[in-house]
């Protein structure tokens, strides 16, 4: 069975949800349409001709990129440009175009999670933050023959994390009362007679943007025709999401010997480098892209080198007078993207029985070359 176009997005924004992506950033669906079965989708950094091709070739239904196509409002559609060309291909091939930029780069296991990781930067935090998570208390009532099994699938849907603490909640017990009515189908209770049922309150966090997740999946475990639950908003905020990574190096190393990391992991033949290499770097930053700008946070997070791309010459100026090296793999260091959201989509679409195949872009869209 092929997934929809929906399903996919679907699976795709509970990696990178749409609201932590930085206000007006041009994200989401921008071109074609997500009303159709998908045999293919392609996952791209950017969208260009050449990549445009490749999903042709592929028989792709949708590619799913990093960079947007439509940056800017279009005042008109000419198809003899060369970004008109990329849309008429894409509109003649029924090619969707599915952008996931900024909530991507800040959202937890995405972008910057996975640069931070290949260049063993542990215990991180984010460098510049950008939304506390709003929170929410779930209560329902359970039987006590099926508290266990409504328990695990509320705290499998992803709720229950405290801090670093996953797997919280609290469960008492107690007994709940009443009369099944005409035209109901009691779990248990006879129809017009009062039921005195034993049960467990359970109590639990739940964050926002997943709680309607967390509902159907505790809908879908508990035995109840009509299920007694309650949701209260907190005042009490979860987790801080942000742009960029800071955190110590799993070993010290000298700024030369995590230049040749970041070639590598990143896979990045050339970098630019502002500072003494053979200064000891224990703690530091990345951000994925251009993140010249938040040089002086992650000084301020204690970062002793920035890793991150299209670093101009000013700041590179700034930089060095403050005392912070840099490393700079230029912006296509992101392509990193690539094979992760490939592999995710792939493990999502397989639990779910679905036959869509998802394939990593083999095309490098890096503009720039070395001479």
């Known amino acids: 069975m092929l997934a929809k176009g929906q399903t996919v997005i679907q699976y795709m924004e509970q990696l990178a949800p749409k609201h932590v992506a930085e206000p007006d950033d041009r994200i989401g669906l921008q071109l074609g349409t997500l009303q159709k079965d998908i045999r293919t989708v392609l996952i791209a950094l950017d969208v260009n001709d050449e990549v445009v091709d490749e999903a042709i070739e592929l028989g792709a239904d949708l590619i799913i990129a990093h960079h947007a196509i439509i940056y800017r409002p279009l005042k008109q559609l000419q ?35 996975w640069m931070a990781e290949a260049l063993g930067i542990e215990n991180t935090s984010p460098i510049h933050d950008m939304h506390n998570e709003q929170l929410s208390k779930l209560v329902v009532f359970v039987p006590k023959s099926h508290h266990q099994e409504v328990l695990d699938a509320v705290l499998g849907a992803g709720a229950g994390w405290i801090g670093n603490y996953s797997h919280c909640s609290f469960n008492i017990e107690g007994f709940g009362t009443f009369v099944p009515r005409e035209g109901s189908n009691p779990f248990q209770g006879q129809e017009g007679k009062m039921e005195r049922a034993n049960e467990v309150r359970i109590e639990t966090i739940v964050p926002h943007a997943i709680r309607n997740k967390v509902i159907q999946a505790m809908l879908k475990a508990h035995p109840y025709e009509e299920v007694a639950y309650d949701l209260y908003a907190m005042d009490l905020k979860g987790r801080s999401l942000g742009l960029g990574r800071v955190g110590k190096l799993k070993e010290p190393k000298t700024l030369a010997e995590l230049v040749d990391v970041v070639k590598e992991k990143l896979e990045v033949p050339h970098v630019r480098v502002v ?86 872009s083999r095309i490098n869209t890096e503009p720039f070359q070395f001479v």
């Open 275 to 360: 500072g003494e290499l053979d200064r000891t770097i224990r703690k530091a930053a990345v951000i994925g892209g251009s993140g010249g700008r938040y040089m002086m946070k992650a000084l301020f997070r204690g970062a002793d080198v920035l890793v991150t791309g299209d670093v101009d010459y000013h700041t590179a100026q700034d930089a060095l007078a403050a005392g912070l090296t840099i490393i700079d793999p230029g912006h296509n260091a992101e392509k990193i993207m690539k094979v992760k959201v490939a592999e995710w989509m792939e493990q999502k679409l397989q639990e779910h029985k679905y036959e869509t195949r998802v394939v990593a």
């Open 79 to 113: 198809t003899d440009t060369p970004m008109g060309k990329v849309y008429e291909k894409l509109i003649k091939h029924d090619i969707a175009v599915y952008i996931s930029h900024t909530n991507l780069d800040v959202t937890e296991g995405g972008m910057n999670d």
